[in-house]
């Protein structure tokens, strides 16, 4: 009887130990995956009005109003495996992009300000109205290898397609230098006006889309402050207020230029 009950014991420790592994195994992957999707954020595109992608998530509550607040059904909510943070909203512009509602639905069933009205909207007398074309919910990125515009090819399905024709995309006149005597239109993007809609991707006639969306602080550089365009002043204003950082490194940076040349001069002769 003895025996009997210490093989039973010895039994049930080993099926403890297994399903303890399992588990751990479980947890293991959803927690590696759970990492891997929140890598991943940086490239999802959310809907208009949407904070910088760290507070977008802080404030963000995974309620859905948005996603049903869309007539279009262009927003999602991220599920397991989506390779995107769960529960947060976002659009696929090839397969269904933002068509840029006026009165911007989406924004405006928003509890927790994770997208934000004042984003989207402008001041007109003592009244805010909506602005959709403030959006920036990304930048259109032209994949010049692979468009058919650059190849020859008359092609002006994104031009067209765009919301904001002749601003946000523009087509460049250029010569074709393979035939000699025929114009390149090629498609421009502005930044200043692009609001990563997507339209255009979607409307691209490529197998896959050589003009696609990507997140603003993906695709676009950053100057910072050491340089500004000295003729714009709307480029000034991003040097308002900051304060200038001279530092001292050596003695000699404390005199006058002319002073400690001609001292040095001095010495040689």
């Not at 007539?71 to 991220?78: F, G, I, K, R, V």
């Not at 069933?109 to 990304?138: A, Y």
């Not at 092609?155 to 000699?180: H, S, V, W």
Request: with cysteine; charged share 30%; proline share 5%.
């Amino acid at each position: 009887m003895g025996k009997e009950k210490n093989n039973i014991d010895r039994k049930q420790f080993l099926a403890k130990i297994i399903k303890g592994s399992g588990l751990t195994a479980i947890a293991g992957i959803g927690w590696g995956s759970f990492v891997y999707e929140l890598k991943a954020s940086p490239f999802v595109l959310r809907p208009p009005g949407a904070l910088d992608e760290e507070e977008f998530q802080k404030r963000c509550i995974k309620c859905g109003l948005c996603v049903e607040a869309c007539p279009y059904d262009a927003l999602e909510l991220a599920v397991a495996g989506s390779n995107k943070p769960m529960g947060m909203p976002y659009f696929t512009p090839r397969k269904i992009p933002c068509y840029l509602c006026e009165d911007i639905p989406c924004v405006d069933v928003c509890p927790s300000g994770s997208l934000e009205k004042e984003l989207v909207s402008r001041e007109e007398g003592n009244n805010r109205v909506w602005d959709v074309n403030k959006s920036r919910m990304g930048i259109a990125v032209v994949d010049e290898e692979n468009c058919i515009a650059f190849w020859g090819i008359q092609c002006d399905a994104c031009y067209r397609a765009c919301p904001l024709l002749d601003k946000a995309i523009t087509q460049e006149f250029k010569r074709n230098d393979r035939t000699g005597k025929h114009a390149l239109l090629l498609p421009e993007i502005h930044n200043d006006y692009c609001t990563g809609c997507g339209l255009c991707e979607h409307a691209c006639v490529t197998e896959k889309a050589s003009v696609f969306i990507l997140p603003r602080k993906i695709a676009l550089g950053k100057v910072g402050t050491n340089y500004v365009k000295g003729w714009d002043e709307r480029d000034e204003e991003r040097l308002r207020g900051l304060k200038k950082d001279v530092e001292t490194k050596t003695e000699r940076s404390k005199e006058k230029p002319e002073d400690y040349l001609n001292r040095e001069l001095e010495w040689d002769e």
